[in-house]
């Protein structure tokens, strides 16, 4: 199943810049061990904001939810899930 995820952050004003780093870092390793596995389709930036919308192609809900769990900053995340089906008019390519 497809799902597309927007996520907004929201990391506290009062967070070390060494603790914020540590937590960057442990994102990037994460989300791109996802993005390479192929559960992790598209990450994109929404311009101005610290937020994003993300495409998952995972088995269903559960495994979502495992891996948006086991994002490091999830405790800093609101996360919005919009399960996504096939559209009868787009075009295969
Ligand atoms: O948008 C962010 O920076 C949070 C985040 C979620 C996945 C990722 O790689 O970074």
Redesign the pocket.
């Known amino acids: 199943m497809l799902y597309l995820v927007r996520?907004d952050?929201n990391i506290p004003a009062d967070m070390p810049a060494e603790e914020l780093a540590r937590l960057?870092a442990a994102?990037?390793e994460?989300?791109?061990s996802l993005q390479l596995d192929g559960r992790f389709k598209h990450?994109w930036?929404v311009a101005g904001e610290?937020?994003?919308y993300?495409v998952f192609e995972v088995s269903g809900n559960d495994e979502l939810h495992e891996l948006l769990s086991g994002?490091p900053?999830f405790r800093y995340?609101t996360a919005h899930v919009t399960p996504l089906a096939t559209h009868p008019n787009a075009v295969q390519r």
């Open positions: 996520m952050v960057q994102e990037r994460y989300s791109q990450l930036r610290y937020a994003n993300s994002l900053m995340i």
